[in-house]
């Protein structure tokens, strides 16, 4: 059977990324209003995941537009960022597949649970995957709009959004962000960035030799995941990214793994080290490979990025280290 869409087809090729950083509530709307009634013409729906107050916000624009749309609640995509961004790239290429444009309008909810500061390092990991979208997203032909409230989030992070995003909606219409860069280049530079140093005490620190002592790390790793409350499959999501990580310096690195294991709170978060120092891409983890991807760092690296929710590399001669979190809300998020 044959797929006719009757919308109009998106003038060019580029993909339309753009951003919104309102700091009002009419600068949001009036911003918004324009792309929705463009969409409402171009597009088989508008798929919103904003949190209740743009949704009220938004509810009686889109009732004049007379158009499809849906409403979705961003705690149920935003959990772990590699997987979230995972489940919008197959979100929008099953609509591709079927011949729809959906216009996504998404707010991302990064706080987890609680109404203060995400994380340390959550949202500079999710601009990584903000970055990287603007190419794995654009073969879709799907707008993705991000709304970015200017009110709560701090002038370093707008800037990392006016990097990632090749255009910024405001009240007088969209225009390109004067500070965009390609991914290669953002994530290029994110991936200079220092690893902040691990603690000096940590709950578990050993050093795996070979492939026979991956069974005792289960059991340590298992047990302290236990310990602080973490169910089984999220546990095992845990064992499985360690594991991973673990096996590929084995096998790549041929040099022994150091295996750091602390809490911050209520995230767990374990570092492990080689001291080969091999180099690692800036953009390794972040493309879903192929079937024969055997690449250092690349398939391992990309299950890792679904299993953990923010995955940290540091690659320097002589060291190589991979850092992971796992908050306890988010892991065990529905």
Request: aromatic letters at 6%; a negative charge.
């Given at each position: ?102 216009h996504v309008v998404a707010e991302p909810e990064l706080t987890g649970d609680s109404a203060s500061d995400p994380r340390p390092g959550r949202y500079d990991a999710y601009l990584a995957y903000e970055a990287v979208c603007n190419d794995t997203y654009a073969p879709y ?194």
């Amino acid at each position: 059977m044959t797929i006719v869409n009757h919308r109009e087809p998106p003038s060019g090729d580029a993909f339309l990324h753009s951003a919104v950083l309102p700091g009002s509530d009419d600068e949001l709307v009036t911003a918004l209003a324009t792309e929705l009634r463009h969409s409402a013409h171009t597009c088989d729906q508008i798929l919103l995941v904003v949190s209740d107050h743009a949704r009220a916000l938004l509810t009686e624009p889109l009732r004049d537009l007379e158009c499809d749309h849906q409403w979705a609640d961003p705690a149920a995509f935003y959990q772990r960022l590699g997987f979230a961004y995972e489940g919008f790239r197959r979100f929008l290429a099953e609509q591709a597949t079927q011949g729809r444009r959906v216009h996504v309008v998404a707010e991302p909810e990064l706080t987890g649970d609680s109404a203060s500061d995400p994380r340390p390092g959550r949202y500079d990991a999710y601009l990584a995957y903000e970055a990287v979208c603007n190419d794995t997203y654009a073969p879709y032909g799907s707008p993705v709009t991000c709304i970015w409230d200017s009110r709560r989030h701090p002038a370093h992070l707008l800037d990392g959004v006016r990097a990632t995003h090749r255009h910024l909606l405001t009240p007088s219409g969209r225009q390109p962000s004067p500070r965009f860069q390609p991914a290669d280049a953002f994530l290029t530079g994110a991936h200079h960035l220092p690893m902040p140093p691990a603690p000096q005490h940590t709950d578990h620190d050993r050093t795996v030799t070979g492939v026979a002592e991956l069974s005792g790390l289960r059991a340590t790793l298992s047990a302290w995941a236990h310990e602080h409350r973490f169910a089984a499959e999220p546990a095992d999501d845990l064992l499985v990214a360690v594991v991973e990580v673990v096996s590929n310096g084995l096998r790549h690195a041929v040099t022994p793994v150091r295996i750091r294991a602390w809490h911050q709170h209520d995230t767990l978060i374990v570092q492990c080290d080689d001291t080969a120092g091999l180099p690692v891409p800036a953009t390794a983890g972040y493309h879903r490979p192929g079937a024969t991807d055997a690449a250092p760092g690349g398939r391992g690296l990309w299950l890792v990025r679904q299993l953990a929710d923010v995955v940290l590399v540091d690659s320097v001669p002589g060291r190589t280290s991979v850092r992971l979190h796992f908050p306890h809300a988010v892991m065990h998020r529905a």
